[in-house]
């Protein structure tokens, strides 16, 4: 399994960039995948999931911002993050989990990315 996010980068507050992540060595299409980030000093915690039939579950602070949306034909995973603010900074990793179904279960997550950075600053 192969997961490698890009998209990433500086932006100013109000925003936006899109997070790209390439999936290889596994059959994309019938797994939920995740996004996933961790600030400096935090622990990494939960953005957002889409599961393999599309439905999708957003953590509180980013809902009506950010949009996750998967291309299986591309075996490719997005997230638009719009109206960016400081508290969004952080490294990005996006995750696939074992199970095809939506779950927040932080163990359903097994394979990685390397993360993506996003700074949001003026």
């Known amino acids: 399994v192969q997961l490698v996010e890009s998209g990433g980068g500086l932006v100013q507050p109000e925003g936006s960039l899109r997070l790209s992540c390439a999936a290889s060595g596994f059959t994309f299409s019938t797994f939920a995948m995740g996004w996933f980030r961790q600030a400096p000093g935090k622990d990494r915690e939960l953005v957002s999931i889409?599961?393999?039939?599309?439905?999708?579950y957003y953590e509180d602070s980013v809902k009506d911002r950010f949009t996750i949306s998967r291309d299986n034909a591309k075996s490719t995973l997005y997230l638009q993050m719009n109206t960016l603010k400081s508290e969004d900074t952080a490294v990005y990793y996006c995750?696939?989990?074992?199970?095809?179904?939506?779950?927040?279960?932080?163990?359903?997550?097994?394979?990685w990315g390397q993360g993506t950075r996003v700074t949001v600053s003026s």
């Open positions: 995750a696939a989990s074992i199970r095809g179904i939506l779950s927040t279960r932080l163990d359903d997550f097994r394979s």
């Open positions: 889409i599961s393999s039939a599309g439905y999708t």
